[in-house]
């Protein structure tokens, strides 16, 4: 059954080709003069920023930059961001670039002026200091971090380092800008990863919605396969513009309050990816196509009808009614051809990862968890995380 929510989500998005090109009168309209921009590394976003950087000028704006965003954002430059909000008394800030970038601004934007160390704030609790406005350009579509009330952060000051996902309605941007010629330059791998993030986050939803909703299970589905028909096109013609648009827009969908609403949300495997990542430091959602596959592999008997479901209607697999098992090892099967089809990695052994941090991560993740396990429509425990990780191998 449907729960009761509020829904609110009052970030503008702005979609479209040359979306970008009114960005200073946009910041301008929300009544601020000094302009962080903050953005990837990498030579390829440069003539971009060069851009941006004259677009605001031109409309009479102060503008500083500050890039070297890297996968999994470090805390370090994200404090180095907060010093230079103060140090120059900026009052808004632009992210330009993909999830990474995002969050990172949203820990500026939010924890320069927070009572202490943002890092710490509490899930869902709203943040009573200063907030600075914030937007973002999207170059790299998958995380939806975009319309998101959250954030993820690497802690890159520790041994180990560790990840955080905070959550605070104050992390919203004030406005989005989604140019689909933006990510035409995006490496083949980026567009794979990116695009697998956006098929993770309808897999993990589509285990917590509402029973006797069909609405939330064919949203899903539908995220599911417009991703999986586009990512191919866009790999091998990347000047697509039709297949970039619909990718762009269905990224932030599963992430849409319009969508999750109502229901149960708790995520599973982006639980087990959070430990892994931070210790490894691989892309976010090249994990997720590893740990997927064998997340299905061990947790199908959970929930038999809707794994079948999912594997005939978005991983090709076809319905045997005596032996539905079968169905879930044929999507399964089809689902890692998919993945690797786009030229991401199946399996931890195929990025040099061993068993060796399975104990460590296990006990990450069940600590960021509930009540010692993770997930909400399928729920894992300590010695069920491992288990995944070792068919993850």
Known sequence: MIADYVQYNPSKIIFGKGAENNIGKEISAHGCRRVLIHYDTGDFIKPLIQKIHKNIEDAGLTVFELGGVVPNPKVSLMKEGCRLVKENNIDFILA???GSTMDSAKYIACGTYYDGDIWNHKKFAPITTRVLKKAVIVTMPGTGSEVSTAAVWRDDTTKPEKKTCVFANEMRFDFVVIDPVLTFTLPKFQTAAGSFDIISHSMEDYFCAPED???YLAAYEGVINEVKKNVKV???DPSNYAARANICRVAYVPLEDIIISGSKHGYCVH???KPMTAVYHRTHGEMLAILFPAWFKYCYKMNLPLFTRICVNCFDAKMDYAYPENTIFEGIN???????DIGLPTRLSQIGIDEK????CSDYAVAGGTDGYIGMGIKLYK????SVYQLAL
Do not use: Q, R, S, W
């Open 334 to 340: 089809n689902l890692e051809h998919f993945i690797a």
């Open 234 to 236: 866009c790999l091998k």
């Open 213 to 215: 909703a069909e609405f």
């Open 96 to 98: 330009v670039g993909g």
């Open 271 to 273: 639980n087990l990816e």
């Open 357 to 360: 941090n399975f104990e460590y």
């Open 383 to 386: 010695k069920d995380i491992i």
